[in-house]
């Protein structure tokens, strides 16, 4: 464990325009991989005026889709002189397969999305991981597990399953375990069972904190088609996962941007996240988990861009 660097809640030096970058900035192009006999799909965003950039590989979080406003966040890390790159785990977006919320099926997908990247050869060799909730800690176990990643950004990221676990009502707890149960036992005679991924706090979802609602509602693009659940055998696996605990193995700088009023994942797991990482720089905020999307858009995104910024000077 080392001490992390608490950054100063002050405007960072480079600014973020609030605005959609102009398409004159960075082109587009569509990208596949294959994990474990599904093909994944993913958008690659590239700068035009820059020869080999470094690279950012995004991933979103609980259930969600790329189309959940990373292309808001790519558009804009492309138009500061990086190439990004954004992807749909297996079942979601435009991926096939079963759309199932493992952690250890989406580390593989990270993975998958990495090595393709890696195959890129008019990109750079920096590469950069982004990971927002539930992915903040999935890129910390791909850093953690291979030692071609140059940097980390951990965004209010899910960290620490047990604490979670002590966020939650025994009621709600015996609920997730008995609706985890019967999906996995239906699942095997298909016959899966569903819970929604946000809901109202008096309702029983994934995602039913305060804000959860309104927050994940506002990610959804209005011609989507994605639908507000999920498999229950997730609420079994997530109490389990613990990327905290591979923090250590991490040899890359890592930024870990966290809100001191998230009442998703609590603010005392991203800290001691920060903690555990070797190399870390910790931007704590007063926001709620939802608030990097809205309000602090580009407050935040500043904070992240100035962090490659300095890794790949």
């Not at 005026?49 to 790329?66: C, K, M, N, Q, S």
């Not at 008019?122 to 800690?137: D, H, M, P, R």
């Not at 002590?166 to 985890?180: E, I």
């Not at 706090?201 to 609602?213: D, M, Q, R, T, V």
Request: net charge neutral; with cysteine; hydrophobic share 40%.
């Amino acid at each position: 464990m080392t001490e992390a660097t608490t950054l100063p809640d002050r405007e960072p030096a480079r600014r973020i325009d609030g605005r959609r970058p102009s398409r004159e900035r960075f082109s587009t192009r569509r990208l596949s991989f294959t994990v474990d006999g599904d093909t994944c799909r993913a958008t690659l965003y590239r700068p035009r005026d820059v020869d080999r950039p470094a690279t950012v590989v995004l991933g979103h979080g609980f259930a969600a889709e790329a189309a959940f406003g990373l292309d808001r966040i790519a558009e804009r890390i492309a138009a500061a002189g990086y190439a990004a790159v954004t992807f749909d785990y297996r079942g979601f977006g435009d991926s096939e397969g079963t759309p199932l919320v493992l952690p250890d099926r989406q580390v593989a997908t990270w993975g998958g999305a990495v090595d393709r990247v890696r195959g890129i050869d008019s990109l750079g060799g920096g590469l950069a991981l982004w990971g927002v909730s539930l992915a903040g800690g999935h890129v910390v176990r791909v850093a953690a597990e291979r030692h071609d990643v140059d940097a980390v950004v951990a965004r209010t990221p899910f960290a620490d399953g047990r604490k979670l676990l002590r966020t939650k009502s025994p009621r709600y707890l015996l609920r997730a375990t008995v609706a985890g149960v019967r999906d996995r036992v239906g699942g095997a005679v298909g016959r899966p069972h569903h819970v929604k991924v946000y809901g109202r706090p008096e309702e029983f979802a994934a995602l039913n904190e305060p804000g959860a609602l309104d927050g994940y509602a506002s990610l959804i693009p209005r011609d989507s088609t994605w639908q507000n659940r999920t498999r229950a055998r997730s609420l079994l696996a997530l109490p389990r996962y613990r990327p905290v605990t591979h923090a250590a193995d991490v040899d890359c700088p890592a930024l870990v941007v966290a809100g001191t009023e998230d009442e998703v994942v609590p603010y005392a797991a991203a800290e001691t996240l920060a903690h555990e990482l070797p190399e870390s720089s910790l931007v704590a905020l007063p926001m709620g988990h939802f608030d990097p999307w809205g309000d602090r858009f580009t407050e935040v995104l500043a904070h992240e861009v100035a962090f490659l910024d300095a890794v790949f000077e």
